[in-house]
């Protein structure tokens, strides 16, 4: 997600892009063509190596807007998009947010299909569980213009889990439910729907767990380096009500984010009494590989501050991840693209210690499939009745 380009001079990105650039790309690559067709030695090894290295990309999906050529590849993703609430801080949360685990935990998947997979997930050793272990098994279905995917999974205590999504012209429509069977109380539930205009986004949400929850936000775009937002937060069960305004700052590789909410005090359960809380947040893109995040959290009416850093750095076969707070916890993660992973989690505070192995096995692609299946020879000898 933060792989992203980065536009120059602090100018957000042209939807059509630069016409000047396409074209004259679209020359050069034309003139080539031209001379290969002449019968150009020269030209044509000059083509053949611009095809084979990293400038195949830019010939192949720039266009002349002239010419009125789209380009079939989705857009790149730039800190100048247009975001929901909830995704205002989408790069600091790329870099803070981590799937830790703890024992030893084995993935497998399996290609059913096209647009089906089959997935296997097995706990062993951990302590999330009373009898050390857990085992899942689920499926991933998507389409494929990529608008709508489901995802569901069980497993052996009870547990299932269920995701949905769909995108119809500019709505969004997602679902998600958790159950246990054990334990009622559990079970969460929730579905909403965001909408995407040209400089502003809505989104309306209803959760179940144990109370009804509703919330909508809202978010606008003033210019492609700045958008503002709020969002309100309604909880039926006790009329509690959660207020909190945002903005988004862009400067180049570095991004700036600024929440602050109100709401009442669920540590002391004195509803009575709100409390104000602010988040400040900046994220730096060093270079294409390396991201710094960090978190300043003030409560001034309880007193309370935290202050969180982290890191994000990719290597050419490897995620190595790693977070820092002042509340007593240090977090790790490193996952290698081939399916191996490590993970860490210290809270000195809590006195919690919790060291995790994963091994991920990947589906090979379809073309390596393909590859691999056996295939009947074509002249097979002929032999008389």
Aim: proline content about 4%.
């Amino acid at each position: 997600m933060l792989n992203s380009i980065t536009p120059q001079d602090n100018q957000p990105a042209s939807v059509n892009g630069s016409t000047n650039s396409y074209c004259i790309r679209d020359s050069m690559h034309a003139s080539l063509s031209k001379l290969v067709k002449h019968g150009n030695r020269a030209s044509n090894r000059l083509l053949e190596t611009m095809s084979n290295s990293n400038m195949k990309k830019y010939l192949n999906v720039a266009h002349c807007d002239v010419q009125g050529v789209q380009m079939d590849q989705p857009p790149i993703s730039t800190p100048y998009d247009l975001l929901t609430f909830e995704n205002l801080s989408r790069e600091y949360k790329y870099v803070m947010t981590q799937d830790n685990y703890d024992g030893f935990r084995l993935e497998a998947d399996r290609q059913i299909t096209p647009n089906l997979q089959s997935s296997h997930t097995l706990f062993l050793g951990t302590l999330l569980r009373d009898v050390g272990y857990i085992y899942q098994m689920g499926a991933n279905y998507a389409s494929t213009d990529g608008k709508n995917l489901v995802m569901a999974k069980i497993g052996l205590d009870g547990m299932i889990t269920a995701r949905g999504l769909s995108k119809i012209g500019g709505f969004e429509i997602k679902g998600s439910g958790n159950s246990f069977l054990r334990y009622d109380n559990r079970n969460a539930y929730e579905l909403g729907v965001d909408y995407v205009g040209n400089n502003w986004t809505g989104s309306l949400k209803t959760a179940w767990q144990g109370t009804w929850i509703l919330n909508a936000a809202y978010s606008q775009q003033i210019i492609p380096q700045f958008s503002l937002g709020s969002e309100l937060t309604y909880i039926v069960a006790n009329r509690a009500s959660i207020g909190a305004i945002a903005a988004r700052l862009v400067l180049g590789d570095s991004i700036i984010t600024f929440q602050c909410s109100k709401q009442p005090n669920f540590k002391t359960m004195d509803l009575s009494h709100e409390t104000n809380s602010a988040r400040i947040q900046y994220t730096r893109k060093i270079n294409d590989r390396l991201s710094l995040a960090t978190e300043l959290e003030l409560t001034p009416d309880t007193r309370e501050s935290a202050l969180r850093m982290g890191w994000d750095y990719l290597f050419r076969h490897a995620r190595v991840q790693g977070n820092i707070d002042t509340c007593g916890r240090i977090a790790m993660q490193a996952q290698d693209f081939s399916g191996f992973g490590v993970s860490g989690c210290i809270d000195y505070v809590n006195n919690i210690y919790r060291f995790g192995f994963m091994m991920h096995l990947l589906p090979p692609p379809p073309e390596q499939r393909e590859s691999q299946e056996p295939q009947a020879p074509e002249n097979l000898p002929e032999y008389p009745n």
